[in-house]
Structure formats: C-alpha cells, structure tokens
C-alpha cells in the first residue's frame, strides 16, 4: 500500500522559510519521479517541482524557481522543500506526488503524471 505523507507546512512572515518533509513508502522510492504540487483557493493545482530520485536535474517551476529547491534521502524515503524566500501568493497546500513506475513520460507539472498523491500541508505566508 503506497503512502505519502507530507509535514512540516506552518504560518510564516514573508521573507521567511519553511522546509517540507514527504515520507513514502509501499513501493522503491529511489526509481521514482517525484513531485512538488500546491493549490490555492481559486486556483489550479499548480505542479511547483519535480525530481527522479534515481538522478538526474531536479526541474522547477517559474513560480519558484531561485527560491526552493527540490531534494531526496533514499535511505529516509523522504522527499523534502527547502522554501526560502517566501511570498505571501505562496500560500496554499502542498502536496507531494509519486509516480513510481515513470517509464510513460508525462510532464513533469501535469499531476496525471503521478499516481499516488499524500494529504497536503497548509503553507501560510503572512505580508
């Protein structure tokens, strides 16, 4: 049974960090494609990041690229964001996504690329 499960969200002041934290496991973390979601009320779920744990560059969105970056321990079977730099447009709830076969391709910022998604934690960035 895969799970997901994301922490590490809270209120912060712009400017300030934050640091994500998704534990996975129920299936090989460290050949999976990985991603970073967010949604905001009103708005589409927006992919933010994405890595292959197995290697390769991590890819970022517009939104959030220079400011968070994306990273894996495949001993912890965790995925983290480093969030610095934060804006109050990003506040939302973040989710973590697995794609553990990714031999179909798929962009990387379309969440049908993924099959399995954690529960979400509450970003709040206060002006």
């Known amino acids: 049974q895969v799970q997901l499960v994301e922490s590490g969200g809270g209120s912060v002041q712009a400017g300030g960090s934050l640091r994500l934290s998704c534990v996975a496991s129920g299936y090989t973390f460290k050949t999976s494609r990985m991603g970073w979601f967010r949604k905001a009320p009103g708005k589409e779920r927006e992919g933010i990041a994405a890595?292959?744990?197995?290697?390769?560059?991590?890819v970022y969105g517009d939104s959030v690229k220079g400011r968070f970056t994306i990273s894996q321990d495949n001993a912890k079977n965790t995925l983290y964001m480093q969030m610095n730099s934060l804006k109050p447009e990003d506040s939302a709830m973040y989710y973590c996504?697995?794609?553990?076969?990714?031999?179909?391709?798929?962009?990387?910022?379309?969440?049908?690329?993924?099959?399995?998604w954690g529960q979400g934690t509450q970003v709040t960035v206060s002006s």
């Open positions: 996504a697995a794609d553990p076969v990714p031999l179909n391709g798929g962009s990387w910022y379309d969440e049908r690329s993924y099959d399995y």
């Open positions: 890595i292959y744990t197995g290697g390769g560059s991590p």
